[in-house]
């Protein structure tokens, strides 16, 4: 990401094609342009997101985009950052533990909740007050962000499928769909 204002005149092969860049203010305390990383699954899987989006963009995808930049600068600015109150270590491991075993068939917010130690009811409010969503919600966009990730590796989708943590092939299609707004064929063939 690069700060506010930066002018792109960058030059493409074929005439059509898109150019994402997204440009929001600094937090408090760091410096006009300190450049942030993208590091972790979060933010990861956000910016996969975005070139699904980016990828078929059709009218009513403006809100959808700006919803996703937002997740994505979430997911590099620390709550301190965002004057944020934080989230309880347990909470911090059950989404660590969620995104581990995301791949994991069948995987539900009650085997989470166990692990860390918690009530699957306490889980669910407090992952949606500090990340925005339901864990089972995170547990499937999870899988379809590590889908992502190794589409253009795995050549077979069926196989794609069933490595990711879902039930099969059409399951996996849904499921990325919604999320990525393109069938996984089309997303791969954004990458060829």
Same mark, same amino acid.
């Given at each position: 990401?690069?700060?506010?204002? *930066?002018?792109?005149?960058? $030059?493409f092969d074929v005439a059509g094609g898109r150019f994402l860049?997204?440009?929001?203010?600094?937090?408090? /305390?760091? &410096?006009?342009?300190?450049?942030?990383?993208?590091? /972790?699954?979060?933010?990861? /899987?956000?910016?996969?997101?975005?070139?699904?989006?980016?990828?078929?963009?059709?009218? /009513?995808?403006?809100?959808?985009?700006?919803?996703?930049? +937002?997740?994505?600068?979430?997911?590099?600015?620390?709550?301190? &950052?965002?004057?944020?109150?934080?989230?309880?270590?347990?909470?911090?491991?059950?989404?660590? *533990?969620?995104?581990?075993?995301?791949?994991?068939?069948? +995987? &539900?917010?009650?085997?989470? %909740? &166990?692990?860390?130690?918690?009530?699957?009811?306490?889980?669910?409010?407090?992952?949606?007050?500090?990340?925005? $969503?339901?864990?089972?919600?995170?547990?499937?966009?999870?899988?379809?962000?590590?889908? %992502?990730?190794?589409?253009?590796? *795995?050549?077979? +989708?069926?196989? +794609?499928?069933?490595? %990711?943590?879902?039930?099969?092939?059409?399951?996996?299609?849904?499921?990325?769909?919604?999320?990525?707004?393109?069938?996984?064929?089309?997303?791969r063939a954004l990458f060829a």
């Open positions: 990401m690069e700060p506010a204002g *930066v002018e792109h005149r960058d $030059c860049s997204i440009s929001f203010d600094p937090p408090k /305390g760091a &410096e006009r342009g300190d450049p942030m990383r993208l590091r /972790g699954a979060l933010a990861e /899987g956000a910016a996969r997101r975005l070139v699904g989006v980016a990828g078929r963009f059709a009218a /009513g995808d403006a809100v959808v985009m700006e919803g996703l930049t +937002l997740d994505l600068a979430a997911s590099v600015l620390s709550p301190g &950052e965002l004057d944020e109150d934080p989230a309880p270590d347990w909470l911090l491991r059950a989404h660590d *533990v969620l995104h581990d075993l995301a791949d994991q068939p069948g +995987l &539900e917010v009650a085997t989470i %909740a &166990e692990l860390v130690g918690v009530h699957p009811v306490s889980l669910a409010r407090r992952y949606r007050r500090h990340f925005g $969503c339901s864990p089972a919600a995170a547990i499937r966009r999870a899988r379809a962000d590590r889908a %992502a990730g190794q589409i253009a590796r *795995v050549r077979d +989708l069926a196989e +794609l499928a069933l490595s %990711a943590g879902y039930a099969d092939q059409s399951h996996m299609t849904r499921e990325f769909g919604a999320l990525y707004g393109l069938t996984p064929a089309r997303y």
